[in-house]
C-alpha cells in the first residue's frame, strides 16, 4: 500500500476536495470540510457535514456514558474490595 508523506494516509484515501488533506475515512474528510471550509461548501458537502457532525456527536455521547459506566464499576469494586479487606 502506497504512502502519501503528508499524514501518512493511503494514496487513495478521501481527501479533502479543498486543501487536498487525505483521511482515514469519508466522515472525517466531512468533518474536516464543514470545520475547515464551511464557507466554501456546495450544499451536499454541508449535507454530507451535517450528517457526520451527527453521527460524531452521537459517538461522543456513547463512548461518554461508557466511560462513566466503567468509572463507576472499577468505583465500586474498589470500594467493595476495600470492604472485604478492611472486615475480613
Ligand atoms: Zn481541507
Known amino acids: 500500500m502506497t504512502r502519501t508523506r503528508q499524514n501518512d494516509q493511503p494514496a487513495d484515501a478521501p481527501r479533502c476536495s479543498h486543501c487536498g488533506e487525505a483521511f482515514p ?23 454530507a457535514f451535517d450528517e457526520a457532525y451527527i453521527a460524531e456527536t452521537e459517538g461522543l455521547r456513547s463512548f461518554r456514558l461508557r466511560a462513566l459506566a ?14 472485604v479487606m478492611a472486615v475480613g
Open 70 to 83: 466503567a468509572l463507576v464499576l472499577v468505583y465500586f469494586g474498589f470500594l467493595f474490595a476495600y470492604a
Open 25 to 47: 475515512t469519508d466522515q472525517l474528510r466531512d468533518l474536516h470540510r464543514g470545520l475547515e471550509h464551511y464557507d466554501a461548501l456546495a450544499d451536499d458537502e454541508r449535507e
